[in-house]
């Protein structure tokens, strides 16, 4: 192996622009699984990290479903819920007041342009930590009290110096014609792909402060909720006939689990579809490389064969070659990944879905896959050298 290891390096120098061409094929393919790869377990780390934060078991009473409702020509259905009513205050009471049996936790949410009201346990939104103050009391939730929780990046305003301040607790902020106190700064959380708000941006307050014209939707998150019990209890509030169907939707992150990982597999499909044509292309240039080696070294084969030399260990040396050119390739490919997420979190810090160092899946399977081409496409070559006769080759 050392010295099909020092055959391939004396190879490549020997010709830098043909074998460079041969292993540019391969490079980009094993970057094309790579790269795809180290997306796709870092968007299902984030998802999983976000359903450990938020709960995969969040039931949510909406107005419209989070599956589409799709008719025979793929056609979204809005007609069918257009002129549905939008989740109210009652509702959220009564579910309170009649469903203790039903959930552990529930909380009801406004969500308006600038501000979103919350009522009951408020941490059903907003699991994270909070850096500065308080979170809200029960009293301030039930009268309406106007107090303010802000994410990290909204407590950030422009001082008379043109640097950024941070607000504090104590602060006052005026929201849609409300004035608001700030009690409390949640915690710096970014990107999350789970959570229903962005928490670094978000305005939370009572849902009392706010007037129904002022709300895009309503929303009533439960936990650890019974989906039939639910489901009769909404029925009841809205005084729904026996062969009536619902006129609100029952929802779970779960179904977006669910669809995120078939795009991801989708993804991960499309990286190793481009990385094979591809590696395809790389495969036929290491073969064609090692042809032509092949015919320049025909002496060479003829004294190693006369000398003794079974067609076992040509065979071996050509493969070996081959392998480690290949193996080359698939390096390149890998460290050119690392290079790009370096230099992403070097000079783009908010992007922190993708991991500092690449996976160790993926770079087992972009350096495998690199070493099975090599083998596979340096088999006819490898044979064909072998298979000289010693009197021929030299003589050649």
């Known amino acids: 192996m050392g010295d099909a290891l020092a055959q391939a390096f004396r190879e490549l120098k020997a010709d830098r622009f043909r074998t460079g061409l041969s292993l540019l094929g391969v490079a980009v393919g094993i970057f094309s699984i790579v790269a795809a790869l180290t997306l796709v377990d870092a968007m299902q780390q984030s998802i999983q990290e976000g359903f450990s934060v938020h709960g995969g078991d969040l039931l949510f009473v909406e107005r419209m479903p989070l599956e589409p409702d799709l008719d025979e020509e793929g056609r979204f259905r809005w007609w069918k819920y257009a002129l549905r009513p939008e989740v109210s205050w009652r509702e959220y009471r009564y579910l309170e007041e009649n469903g203790a049996d039903a959930f552990s936790r529930i909380a009801f949410v406004r969500y308006g342009l600038e501000r979103v009201g919350v009522a009951g346990d408020w941490k ?33 305003k422009e001082s008379k110096s043109d640097r950024e301040a941070t607000l504090h607790p104590g602060e006052a902020l005026w929201i849609e014609g409300v004035r608001y106190e700030i009690i409390g700064i949640f915690a710096k959380t970014g990107l999350n792909t789970v959570s229903t708000v962005d928490v670094d941006y978000l305005k939370l307050v009572p849902a009392r402060t706010m007037q129904a014209g002022a709300t895009e939707r309503c929303s009533i998150m439960l936990a650890d909720a019974d989906v039939t019990t639910v489901q009769s209890l909404m029925r009841s509030c809205r005084r729904l006939e026996p062969g009536q169907s619902d006129n609100f939707a029952l929802n779970r992150l ?18 190793w579809i481009v990385g094979i044509f591809s590696l395809l292309v790389g495969g036929f240039g290491i073969a064609n490389m090692l042809y032509v080696s092949v015919e320049e070294r025909r002496p060479q084969i003829g004294i190693c064969r006369a000398l003794g030399a079974r067609r076992a260990v040509i065979l071996r040396q050509f493969l070996s070659e081959s392998a480690a050119l290949s193996f080359l390739g698939g390096l390149t490919g890998v460290a050119s990944v690392q290079g790009i997420l370096l230099l992403i979190r070097a000079f783009i810090p908010a992007v922190e879905l993708l991991p500092v160092l690449l996976p160790f899946r993926a770079v087992i399977a972009g350096l495998s896959t690199a070493l099975v081409i090599g083998l596979v496409f340096g088999v006819s070559p490898a044979r064909s050298a072998s298979l000289l006769p010693p009197a021929e080759a030299i003589g050649g």
């Open 124 to 156: 059903l939104l907003v699991p994270g930590a909070i850096a500065e103050g308080r979170g809200f009391s029960k009293q301030e939730l039930r009268e309406g009290t106007p107090v303010l929780m802000v994410g990290a990046e909204v407590g950030r």
């Open 254 to 271: 779960s179904y977006l689990l669910d669809e995120m990982n078939d795009l991801f597999a989708m993804v991960a499909k499309l990286g």
